[in-house]
């Protein structure tokens, strides 16, 4: 049966959006309980945006021990502090590592396990337990403030990965567009990216569904258009306002659909080679674009007319300059990658999300592919 003719969609998150919306935080959280925590990364609590929000939720205690690519360690000492001091409202302020280190939290928290590791590496169940959890992104990119996945680095079994369920599904999320203002032009292109790769990848999955795709397009659209003007523009506020705007789509059009073989090969990159989530996302992007545009017919054609876009080498060619503006790693010399790692990054690849890809990707298609990235 055709994905036109049976599907579901929903999106429990409730989101609020606009320059300035931040100013709601303190009616949105006092919705949702009396003993708020905020989350928020080592970095971010010295910056404009999280002084923004301390602005607005005065007093509110701080947990900031939060890396980018958040550990299992991190959930298990924020999800003890939750626990120590009866908090009833998880208030996550930041990019995904901030937003996805509080989801977790926020429910192994409110369960019976003593480690989010359990989850991640060890086959239990997440369960429907948690905490409300309001989303504050400050990057974006991710669109982790509308899905239900945390993504994260076990450091001592060197693993990264998705843990789903929808338990992790922000109860609000609140997007303000001038909390990104402050990002750098590098951290704007690299999360931009990703946001595009979920657009993409939301659109292409195997499990693509219609109300998906209408947001998939438009999100491509507007980051296609915006993308550039807001790395090279950090206060255009209508450049920052639609890629705000773009991220948070294109997270609620991948968080059904799910992702595809660009992420299923990020996962490696990220755990072995520490690129950064969007960095590894558009390592393989122009190849992955020009390995499934064939098979996707149709479909390819009208996601490219829908995102302004004459062809699928248009669209590899905007991703090569959007790469090159911020600097990232374009061949596997670039990201300081041996040759001779080819076999292993081929076989660490195959994360179930590799089964959503609309052409199948077989190992030797792999190795082939990181041979012309050489
Ligand atoms: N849960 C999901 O659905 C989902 C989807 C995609 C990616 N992810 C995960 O999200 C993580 C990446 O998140 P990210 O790309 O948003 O980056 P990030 O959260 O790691 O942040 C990157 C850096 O930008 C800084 N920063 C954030 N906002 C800023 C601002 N406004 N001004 C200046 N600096 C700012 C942070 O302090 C940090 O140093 C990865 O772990 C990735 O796997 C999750
Ligand atoms: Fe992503």
């Known amino acids: 049966m055709s994905a036109t003719n049976s599907w579901t969609f929903k999106l429990p998150t409730a989101v609020t959006f606009g320059a300035g919306c931040i100013g709601q935080l303190p009616q949105i959280t006092a919705a949702r309980g009396a003993r708020p925590l905020l989350v928020a990364d080592r970095d971010l609590v010295k910056l404009p945006p999280f002084a923004r929000v301390q602005q607005v939720l005065l007093g ?16 298990d000492a924020l999800a003890a502090r939750l626990r120590a001091e009866k908090h009833d409202v998880v208030v996550a302020v930041g990019g995904g590592s901030a937003m996805d280190c509080a989801k977790a939290a926020a429910c192994l928290a409110a369960g019976n396990l003593s480690s989010i590791r359990a989850v991640h590496s060890e086959g239990v169940p997440l369960g ?10 400050t990057t974006a990119g991710t669109g982790s403030e509308v899905t239900p996945f945390a993504v994260l680095s076990d450091t001592e079994k060197q693993v990264k990965g998705p843990i789903a369920g929808d338990a992790l599904y922000p109860v609000h ?9 402050s990002l750098p032009l590098k951290v704007t292109i690299v999360t931009g990216l990703d946001a595009l790769c979920h657009a993409i990848e939301g659109y292409w999955s195997r499990n693509h569904q219609p109300i998906c795709d209408v947001m998939a397009i438009e999100a491509a659209r507007l980051i296609c258009a915006n993308l550039k003007r807001a790395a090279q523009q950090p206060g255009d506020a209508d450049a920052r306002s639609a890629m705000s705007y773009a991220a948070t789509l294109a997270g609620a059009a991948f968080q059904l659909p799910k992702n595809a073989m660009v992420h299923a090969c990020s996962f490696p990159l990220s755990a072995r080679f520490h690129m950064a989530h969007g960095t590894a996302c558009a390592f393989t992007l122009e190849e992955a674009i020009r390995f499934n545009a064939p098979v996707m017919g149709e479909r390819m054609t009208a996601f490219l007319r829908g995102a302004g876009l004459g062809s699928a080498e248009e669209l590899v060619a905007l991703v090569r300059e959007l790469k090159q503006l911020g600097g990232l790693p374009c061949t596997l010399r670039d990201a300081g990658i041996p040759a001779a790692e080819i076999p292993n990054l081929a076989k660490e690849s195959f994360h179930p999300l590799m089964k959503n890809n609309p052409r199948t990707m077989t190992e030797a298609d792999l190795v082939a592919m990181y041979e012309r990235l050489v």
């Open 128 to 137: 429907s337990a948690r905490l409300p959890l309001i989303a504050v992104p």
């Open 60 to 75: 509110v205690p701080v947990f900031s021990d939060v890396t980018p690519d958040p550990t299992v360690a991190s959930v």
């Open 173 to 181: 999320a609140v997007v303000d567009p001038e909390l990104t203002h």
